[in-house]
């Protein structure tokens, strides 16, 4: 019963309306007086169906939220909403709907008064009034239309639905329900093809975005007065905070305007062929580029499995990767170091996991990101300005049953030390190292059938003093015992590295910097 009752929760003033004549109550003998009857409840329900319905209106195009006139001089301030500019020199603080702070710099929104120019001119309006439901369908009492909107009104079969709704309020309220539900229905129909015709003079080439000559999707108004899609826009100011039209200086809070509430309203209302085509067109893009091969490679540092990796991302390619990335469903992409001769990055390195993301105002991200995978590199691309790679992903090979009793034992040996040198530094060095990779982990129960090995090898990656190409290294070889034994090797450097430092001396050789330099005593090949 609850599902036929919404049309009366959502118009009340309907069955008010019908139910305020007496004679409603009354049998009525006469066929002349039943028939007076009928076409009074007809009256009254299309009264109130059209008068509730243009109060309760959810599309109001183009019309100012303060004097719910047709815009005259719009201004879009940077949530997005749009208002008249003589309303807002009254308003000038805060959005009047969302309580934003507005600037003092407004522009009138181009787009918004050529399209309301339009409409004017065709229609000859002299002032900024809009028309109601009423005066757009032109109800009159005998319920013929004006000649500009004629062949608009109810059929037949739901006026004679309507006409017996006095006998059915009495009999049952699921039949007037039904029944009143079908004209409303109809109304509505009725009252979006007026509306379309209304404003008939906006076509699908008045709404393209001029960056992507397409229908704009998610309309954005820079300072200036210029409309975009925020996906155009974005890409535009990640290179130079200029309007790409005007080219007015903007700033960096146009990153974050919010979508332009009247146009959106319009595109989804008026254009809905072309709106749904550029939706389609978006997700079929995203689609192609979850579904492509190559996975997108940031090119900066060395990342490891199972280690937390934060990134700063600024610069113009990587903002558009990470949007990218974070609109993927894996919300992963390749970390890899720069190479120093010959390619641009290195063949080997670590698939990124997305956890957290901050987007900063001036369209730059904080990402914290753990690693998942080791990778080598098959092929190398480019895509829209980054860098993409064909990967094939490495693990370490099984360990034969007979070398397991030299591995564990090696493994808790190399644990051991790890453990020790780790709890012999300082609090603020330890500390600080916590807080960018967190804490050592623990041994996993099963550590000799993890793709990468023990989580905490890969975690003393980032703080041993290794050059970037001796941990390019450690990421190629698939046998952990010779990670393990490099490692042991590495310790055993530190800890006669840290003697001499209370010595003050070097026993190694007469220079410091050579004897202290720990990555030439350890060598791994790549070749496993």
Same mark, same amino acid.
């Given at each position: 019963m609850q599902h036929h009752n919404d049309i009366l929760q959502r118009y009340p003033e309907v069955l008010v309306s019908l139910r305020r004549p007496k004679c409603c109550r009354r049998v009525l003998r006469s066929k002349k007086g039943r028939l007076k009857k009928e076409k009074l409840c007809v009256k009254r329900l299309q009264s109130a169906l059209f008068n509730a319905m243009d109060a309760s209106r959810k599309v109001e195009l183009f019309t100012c939220p303060l004097c719910r006139n047709v815009l005259k001089g719009p201004v879009t301030v940077e949530c997005g909403h749009t208002f008249c500019y003589g309303c807002l020199a009254e308003n000038c603080d805060v959005c009047v709907i969302c309580d934003t702070e507005i600037t003092a710099n407004r522009c009138v929104n181009v787009l918004v008064q050529d399209l309301v120019d339009k409409w004017r001119d065709r229609n000859k309006i002299a002032d900024n009034s809009i028309p109601n439901t009423t005066d757009i369908l032109g109800i009159q009492p005998r319920y013929h239309l004006r000649s500009g909107f004629a062949g608009l009104q109810i059929s037949d079969e739901n006026t004679k639905s309507i006409r017996t709704m006095p006998n059915v309020?009495?009999?049952?309220?699921?039949?007037?329900?039904?029944?009143?539900?079908?004209?409303?229905?109809?109304?509505?129909?009725?009252?979006?093809?007026?509306?379309?015709?209304?404003?008939?003079?906006?076509?699908?080439?008045?709404?393209?975005?001029?960056?992507?000559?397409?229908c704009i999707f998610d309309p954005i108004t820079t300072a200036c007065g210029h409309t975009?899609?925020?996906?155009?826009?974005?890409?535009?100011?990640d290179h130079g905070l200029s309007?790409?039209?005007?080219?007015?200086?903007?700033?960096?809070?146009?990153?974050?305007?919010?979508?332009?509430?009247?146009?959106?309203?319009?595109?989804?209302?008026?254009?809905?062929?072309?709106?749904?085509?550029?939706?389609?067109?978006?997700l079929k893009e995203a689609q192609m580029l979850n579904r492509n091969s190559d996975i997108p490679v940031f090119i900066c540092t060395n990342?490891?499995? !199972?280690?937390?990796?934060?990134?700063? %991302?600024?610069?113009? &390619?990587? +903002?558009? *990767?990470? #949007?990218?990335?974070?609109?993927?469903?894996?919300?992963?992409?390749?970390?890899?170091?720069?190479?120093?001769?010959?390619?641009?990055?290195?063949?080997?390195?670590?698939?990124?996991?997305?956890?957290?993301?901050?987007?900063?105002?001036? !369209?730059?991200?904080?990402?914290?990101? %753990?690693?998942?995978? &080791?990778? +080598?590199? *098959?092929? #190398?691309?480019?895509?829209d300005g980054y860098d993409t790679a064909k990967i094939?992903?490495?693990?370490?090979?099984?360990?034969?049953?007979?070398?397991?009793?030299?591995?564990?034992?090696?493994?808790?040996?190399?644990?051991?030390?790890?453990?020790?040198?780790?709890?012999?530094?300082?609090?603020?060095?330890?500390?600080?190292?916590?807080?960018?990779?967190?804490?050592?982990?623990?041994?996993?129960?099963?550590?000799?059938?993890?793709p990468d090995g023990p989580s905490w090898t890969w975690w003393l990656m980032?703080?041993?003093?290794?050059?970037?190409?001796?941990?390019?290294?450690?990421?190629?070889?698939?046998?952990?015992?010779?990670?393990?034994?490099?490692i042991d090797k590495m310790?055993?450097?530190?800890?006669?590295?840290?003697?001499?430092?209370?010595?003050?001396?070097?026993?190694?050789?007469?220079?410091a910097s050579d004897s202290c330099d720990s990555e030439r005593t350890i060598e791994i090949p790549l070749n496993n």
């Amino acid at each position: 019963m609850q599902h036929h009752n919404d049309i009366l929760q959502r118009y009340p003033e309907v069955l008010v309306s019908l139910r305020r004549p007496k004679c409603c109550r009354r049998v009525l003998r006469s066929k002349k007086g039943r028939l007076k009857k009928e076409k009074l409840c007809v009256k009254r329900l299309q009264s109130a169906l059209f008068n509730a319905m243009d109060a309760s209106r959810k599309v109001e195009l183009f019309t100012c939220p303060l004097c719910r006139n047709v815009l005259k001089g719009p201004v879009t301030v940077e949530c997005g909403h749009t208002f008249c500019y003589g309303c807002l020199a009254e308003n000038c603080d805060v959005c009047v709907i969302c309580d934003t702070e507005i600037t003092a710099n407004r522009c009138v929104n181009v787009l918004v008064q050529d399209l309301v120019d339009k409409w004017r001119d065709r229609n000859k309006i002299a002032d900024n009034s809009i028309p109601n439901t009423t005066d757009i369908l032109g109800i009159q009492p005998r319920y013929h239309l004006r000649s500009g909107f004629a062949g608009l009104q109810i059929s037949d079969e739901n006026t004679k639905s309507i006409r017996t709704m006095p006998n059915v309020v009495e009999k049952s309220t699921r039949k007037f329900t039904i029944a009143i539900r079908n004209a409303f229905k109809e109304a509505e129909t009725i009252k979006d093809t007026a509306i379309k015709n209304c404003w008939n003079t906006i076509t699908a080439t008045d709404l393209e975005c001029i960056l992507c000559s397409r229908c704009i999707f998610d309309p954005i108004t820079t300072a200036c007065g210029h409309t975009f899609c925020k996906g155009c826009l974005t890409r535009v100011l990640d290179h130079g905070l200029s309007c790409p039209l005007c080219m007015a200086s903007l700033s960096l809070k146009d990153y974050s305007r919010g979508t332009t509430v009247v146009l959106d309203q319009a595109i989804r209302f008026l254009l809905p062929k072309e709106y749904n085509e550029r939706l389609l067109i978006d997700l079929k893009e995203a689609q192609m580029l979850n579904r492509n091969s190559d996975i997108p490679v940031f090119i900066c540092t060395n990342a490891f499995p !199972g280690v937390a990796c934060p990134l700063y %991302v600024y610069e113009p &390619r990587y +903002r558009l *990767l990470v #949007r990218r990335c974070l609109l993927s469903p894996t919300r992963r992409f390749a970390m890899a170091a720069k190479e120093d001769s010959g390619e641009k990055f290195v063949s080997y390195g670590t698939v990124l996991e997305v956890k957290d993301a901050v987007s900063l105002e001036d !369209g730059s991200f904080i990402l914290t990101t %753990v690693g998942v995978r &080791r990778f +080598r590199v *098959l092929s #190398r691309g480019e895509q829209d300005g980054y860098d993409t790679a064909k990967i094939q992903v490495i693990k370490d090979t099984v360990v034969s049953s007979d070398k397991l009793p030299e591995l564990i034992t090696l493994h808790h040996k190399v644990y051991t030390k790890a453990s020790k040198w780790i709890t012999s530094l300082t609090p603020k060095v330890l500390a600080e190292v916590e807080r960018l990779i967190g804490k050592m982990p623990r041994v996993e129960k099963n550590w000799l059938s993890l793709p990468d090995g023990p989580s905490w090898t890969w975690w003393l990656m980032p703080i041993l003093p290794l050059s970037s190409q001796l941990q390019v290294v450690f990421l190629s070889t698939t046998n952990l015992e010779k990670r393990l034994r490099a490692i042991d090797k590495m310790l055993e450097r530190m800890e006669i590295r840290m003697k001499s430092l209370e010595r003050n001396t070097c026993p190694l050789s007469e220079d410091a910097s050579d004897s202290c330099d720990s990555e030439r005593t350890i060598e791994i090949p790549l070749n496993n």
